[in-house]
């Protein structure tokens, strides 16, 4: 924002705000990602979980009810015993897993900048 931008730019609910709101929780974009990269946009919830280490059933869960909640996923019962549960991208969700993927290019290829940074005091990183 310009120095005497409108005080509307910088309101609670702004785009900028909205988007980063999505993605205030750790697993958000990388449950995308996985979606999108490694199971063409739709799996189950037992495979998402085995894709993605460090996760526990109990966060995968929560962060799936709150994207299907936003529109990101959706999530479908296969009548079965016991059931079985998918999760899919909704077109919504694969719209954002474009920046999603941009960001997580830029970290590859900037690796060394992100080494150079100091720990976070809540990261597993060593």
């Known amino acids: 924002m310009k120095p005497g931008s409108p005080e ?5 609910d702004c785009a900028p705000r909205r988007v980063l709101e999505l993605f205030a929780t750790k697993w958000t974009s990388m449950v995308l990602h996985t979606l999108h990269v ?3 946009g739709a799996a189950r919830t037992g495979v998402l979980q085995r894709s993605l280490p460090g996760i526990s059933k109990k966060m995968l869960v929560q962060t799936l009810r709150e994207m299907e909640e936003v529109g990101l ?3 479908h019962v296969e009548s079965a015993v016991p059931p079985a549960v998918t999760y899919r991208l ?3 969700g694969r719209r954002f897993v474009e920046p999603v993927e941009l960001l997580y290019a830029w970290g590859r290829q900037n690796a060394d900048a992100l080494d150079e940074l100091g720990a976070r005091p809540t990261t597993r990183r060593g």
């Open 8 to 12: 509307e730019d910088w309101r609670e």
């Open 38 to 40: 490694r199971h063409a």
């Open 73 to 75: 996923v959706s999530r």
């Open 90 to 92: 909704t077109a919504v």
